[in-house]
C-alpha cells in the first residue's frame, strides 16, 4: 500500500468551497438508497454549486441497464425527494437545469462485484471518465450495497489498483453502516480493509452524524459559556436518550431478524449521540481531535459483566396494537418474520462511564420500534436543588432543571425550569423555554446526506468513524450480545404497538426515583 497521499489544505479550510474535481462510482447504483437519498444529495449539492463542473458518477451494478430509462429512474427519485415534507424542508420545485448537469454526467456500469474481470473494466472506465469530464484522477467509492460485500469490493479495488493514490489524487471509500456485526466482525472487517486502504482514505458512515441537530451538539455545548462549566457529575444527576419510532420492521425482516434493535441503532447511531454528549472538548474541529475524544469516551464506559446486563439491559419486542389509532399488527406477524421470533425490536440499558466529568451519573438509553411517538432526544437532567428553603410553603417538589436537545422530529432545544404561579401564595410551575430551528433558519429540503458526501470529497473524516471508534462501540455492547446468544432464559418482554415500551425498561429508572420523559403527548395514554 502506498502512503504518499495527497497533500492539501486542511479540510475545515475548504469548507463552502467547491469540492475538488472527482468521479463518484456507486456500488449498488440500482438501489433503493441510491435513488432516494443518495442521487438527490448529489442533486442538492449541484444546487448549492458545491459541485466542480468537473465531476462524474458511475453508477455500478449488476444488471445492465438502458441509460436513458435508469435515469429516468434518478429524475423520479429527486422528483418525489424535493416534493416530500418528510425531510423537514419545505417543499421545492425540481430544478431541471441543475438535474441536467447531474444526468450529464452519470454512466451506467455493469459487472459482478465478486469477480476481478469487473474491476478492471471499471478501471477502464475510470480512465476515460477522467479524460471526458477531467475529473484529475480523483475517485470517491460509495459502497451502497449489501454488508457482505464490504470486504470483497474494497480487496478487489486494492488488487486491481484502483485504490492506489499518487502525490495529486485521492482515493476514498465511504463504506455504510452496519459495520460488522459484534465486535470480532467488525475487528475483521477492519484488519481486512486495511490491507488495501489507508485508515485515511475509509469513510464509514452513520447517517445520524449527516443530521444537522446531532452535529449541534458540539455547537451547542462548545460555542456557549453557560452549559460547560455545568456539563458534570456536580449538576447533572442523570442523561436519557431516546431514539423511538412508530415504524416498524417494514420489508426489512431478513435483516432485521438476524440483527435486532441492539446491534440496529445502540453501537453506532445511539453512541454517536452519547459521545458527542459526554466527550471533553477536542482541541479543534480536525477529525482525529474530535475522533479521539469521541472514543476516549466510549472506552470510559464500564463494562458490563453479565450480572450488569441482566440487571441493566431489558429487551422488549412488539405485539399488535395502535399506531395513530390505527391497528397495526405485532412482530411475530410481519411479513417474513418467524412466528416464534425471539429478536428485541426494543432495547433500554443504563450505562456507567467511568471518568471524571461523569463517574456516578447514569446514562440511560432506549430505542424501540413501533413506539408511541417518534422521537430521537437527548435529554439532560440537572439536580434537584435543595427544598430548605420551601419547606414552610405550599410547594412540596421542586422539579429539576431539564436541557432537551430535540434531534427529530420538531429540531430544536428546550430548557425546562421553574417559575413562580402568580398569584397570592407560592406556587411553582415547571414552564419551558423553546428554540425551533425551523423559527429562525430556512431549512432546505435535505437528505441527510449532503454533508457527508461533501465532506468525503473535501477530505474532512471528522463526521465519519475511525476503526477504534466503531471496535469501542461494538465492544460495549459485546457482553450484552454474548448473554443473550448463550442465556435464552433471559427474558423478551413484549409491549403493544403503539406504547412506551415495557415495563422492564421503565423499571430501570424507577428502581432509583428516576422515570423515563413521557413518549406519548400529554393528551394521548402512554399505554
Ligand atoms: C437505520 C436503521 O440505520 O436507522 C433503521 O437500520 C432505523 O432500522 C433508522 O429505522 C433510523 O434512522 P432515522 O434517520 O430514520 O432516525
Given at each position: 500500500m502506498d502512503d504518499a497521499g495527497p497533500k492539501s489544505?486542511?479540510?475545515?479550510?475548504?469548507?463552502?468551497a467547491k469540492a475538488p474535481p472527482c468521479t463518484m462510482v456507486i456500488f449498488g447504483a440500482g438501489g433503493d438508497l441510491t435513488r432516494r437519498l443518495l442521487i438527490p444529495a448529489v442533486y442538492n449539492l449541484a444546487k448549492d454549486k458545491l459541485l466542480s463542473d468537473n465531476f462524474a458518477i458511475i453508477a455500478a451494478d449488476r444488471t445492465p441497464k438502458p441509460p436513458e430509462a435508469y435515469r429516468d429512474t434518478l429524475a423520479q427519485g429527486v422528483r418525489s425527494f424535493v416534493s416530500d415534507t418528510a425531510s423537514g424542508g419545505e417543499t421545492e420545485p425540481f430544478d431541471a437545469k441543475t438535474w441536467e448537469f447531474i444526468a450529464a454526467r452519470i454512466t451506467h456500469f455493469a459487472g459482478d462485484f465478486t469477480v476481478a474481470e469487473t474491476y478492471a473494466r471499471l478501471g477502464d472506465l475510470l480512465k476515460t471518465t477522467e479524460a471526458q469530464f477531467h475529473t484529475g484522477g480523483n475517485v470517491l467509492f460509495y459502497l451502497a450495497v449489501a454488508p457482505q460485500l464490504f470486504g470483497t469490493i474494497v480487496d478487489r479495488l486494492g488488487a486491481a489498483g484502483l485504490a492506489q493514490e499518487t502525490a495529486n489524487t485521492w482515493r476514498r471509500v465511504i463504506i455504510q453502516k452496519?459495520?460488522?456485526?459484534d465486535l470480532a466482525s467488525a475487528r475483521a472487517l477492519n484488519a481486512r480493509i486495511l490491507k488495501s486502504l489507508d485508515e485515511r482514505q475509509i469513510y464509514r458512515m452513520d447517517h445520524f452524524l449527516g443530521k444537522e441537530t446531532v452535529q449541534n451538539i458540539m455547537a451547542l455545548r462548545f460555542s456557549n459559556a453557560i452549559f460547560e462549566p455545568l456539563w458534570n457529575r456536580d449538576h447533572i444527576d442523570h442523561v436519557q436518550i431516546t431514539a423511538a419510532e412508530t415504524v416498524g420492521v417494514e420489508r426489512r425482516a431478513n435483516f432485521y431478524e438476524v440483527t435486532g434493535a441492539l446491534r440496529d441503532m445502540v453501537p453506532n447511531h445511539v453512541f454517536q449521540l452519547l459521545s458527542l454528549t459526554a466527550m471533553e472538548s477536542p482541541n479543534s474541529f480536525a477529525a482525529d481531535a474530535v475522533r479521539n475524544e469521541k472514543t476516549k469516551v466510549l472506552e470510559a464506559i464500564r463494562p458490563l459483566d453479565f450480572e450488569d446486563v441482566r440487571r441493566n439491559v431489558v429487551r422488549g419486542q412488539y405485539g399488535p396494537g395502535h399506531i395513530n389509532g390505527v391497528p397495526v399488527q405485532g412482530y411475530r406477524a410481519e411479513p417474513g418474520v418467524d412466528p416464534h421470533s425471539r429478536t428485541e425490536t426494543l432495547v433500554a440499558l443504563q450505562l456507567e462511564i467511568d471518568n471524571w466529568r461523569w463517574a456516578g451519573v447514569p446514562f440511560y438509553l432506549r430505542t424501540g420500534k413501533r413506539m408511541a411517538r417518534r422521537t430521537t432526544e437527548i435529554a439532560i437532567q440537572f439536580k434537584k436543588p435543595p427544598f430548605a428553603l420551601f419547606r414552610d410553603t405550599p410547594v412540596d417538589i421542586l422539579n429539576p432543571n431539564v436541557l432537551i436537545l430535540q434531534i427529530q422530529p420538531d429540531e430544536g432545544i428546550s430548557l425546562q425550569f421553574g417559575a413562580k404561579v402568580p398569584g397570592p401564595r407560592l406556587k411553582l410551575g415547571t414552564v419551558q423555554m423553546d428554540f425551533r430551528y425551523k423559527d429562525y433558519f430556512h431549512i432546505e429540503p435535505s437528505t441527510g446526506y449532503e454533508t457527508l458526501v461533501y465532506d468525503c470529497m473535501i477530505g474532512d473524516a471528522m463526521l465519519f468513524n475511525r476503526a477504534d471508534g466503531v471496535e469501542a462501540g461494538w465492544a460495549v455492547v459485546q457482553p450484552i450480545l454474548d448473554l443473550w446468544g448463550e442465556d435464552k432464559s433471559v427474558p423478551l418482554e413484549f409491549y403493544a404497538a403503539g406504547t412506551t415500551g415495557p415495563a422492564g425498561a421503565d423499571n430501570l429508572l424507577w428502581r432509583s426515583g428516576r422515570y423515563w420523559r413521557p413518549l406519548a403527548p400529554a393528551s394521548e395514554p402512554g399505554r
Open positions: 489544505p486542511p479540510a475545515t479550510a475548504q469548507r463552502a452496519p459495520f460488522g456485526s
